[in-house]
C-alpha cells in the first residue's frame, strides 16, 4: 500500500509539472484607430523585425522559450488615432500599452513566463 501511495504522489507531481515543459505561445497584437503604423518586435528567433506602413489590426504569433525577451512596439505614422500594443501568453494577456494622438508610441515588453 505504501508503494501505492508513493506510485500516486510521483504521477501526480509529474503530471502536474506537464505545463513546466510546455513552450510558452505568444501572440503580438496591435489595434487601434490609428491607420497606418510602423512595428518593431522580437521574433521567433530572438531576433528583431520591423514591418512599416502595415494597417491594423497586426498580429504575430510564435512559440517562445520561457525567459525570452518579448517585445512588441508601434509607431502611428499620423495625425491622429490610438494604438493598443498588447502580448499574450498562453492566450492571456501578459502586457499591454495604449497610447493617443499624433506620432504617438505604444510599446508592450517583458520577459516569457
Same mark, same amino acid.
Given at each position: 500500500?505504501?508503494?501505492?501511495?508513493?506510485?500516486?504522489?510521483? #504521477?501526480?507531481?509529474?503530471? *502536474?509539472?506537464?505545463?513546466?515543459?510546455? &513552450? &510558452? =505561445? !505568444?501572440?503580438?497584437?496591435?489595434?487601434?484607430?490609428?491607420?497606418?503604423?510602423?512595428?518593431?518586435? #522580437?521574433?521567433? /528567433?530572438?531576433?528583431?523585425? =520591423?514591418?512599416?506602413?502595415?494597417?491594423? &489590426?497586426?498580429?504575430?504569433?510564435?512559440?517562445?522559450?520561457?525567459?525570452?525577451?518579448?517585445?512588441?512596439?508601434? =509607431?502611428?505614422?499620423?495625425? #491622429?488615432? /490610438?494604438?493598443?500594443?498588447?502580448?499574450? !501568453?498562453?492566450?492571456? !494577456?501578459?502586457?499591454?500599452?495604449? #497610447?493617443?494622438?499624433?506620432?504617438?508610441? *505604444?510599446?508592450? /515588453?517583458? /520577459?516569457? &513566463?
Amino acid at each position: 500500500m505504501k508503494k501505492l501511495m508513493i506510485l500516486l504522489c510521483l #504521477s501526480i507531481i509529474l503530471f *502536474a509539472g506537464c505545463d513546466i515543459l510546455t &513552450p &510558452p =505561445q !505568444v501572440e503580438y497584437e496591435i489595434s487601434g484607430t490609428a491607420t497606418s503604423v510602423n512595428i518593431t518586435y #522580437s521574433n521567433a /528567433s530572438e531576433g528583431t523585425s =520591423q514591418v512599416s506602413d502595415v494597417s491594423v &489590426p497586426w498580429t504575430y504569433s510564435f512559440e517562445s522559450t520561457t525567459g525570452n525577451f518579448l517585445y512588441v512596439s508601434a =509607431q502611428n505614422q499620423n495625425d #491622429s488615432g /490610438s494604438l493598443t500594443a498588447t502580448i499574450y !501568453v498562453d492566450g492571456d !494577456v501578459y502586457k499591454t500599452s495604449t #497610447s493617443s494622438g499624433a506620432y504617438v508610441i *505604444a510599446t508592450a /515588453s517583458g /520577459s516569457a &513566463p
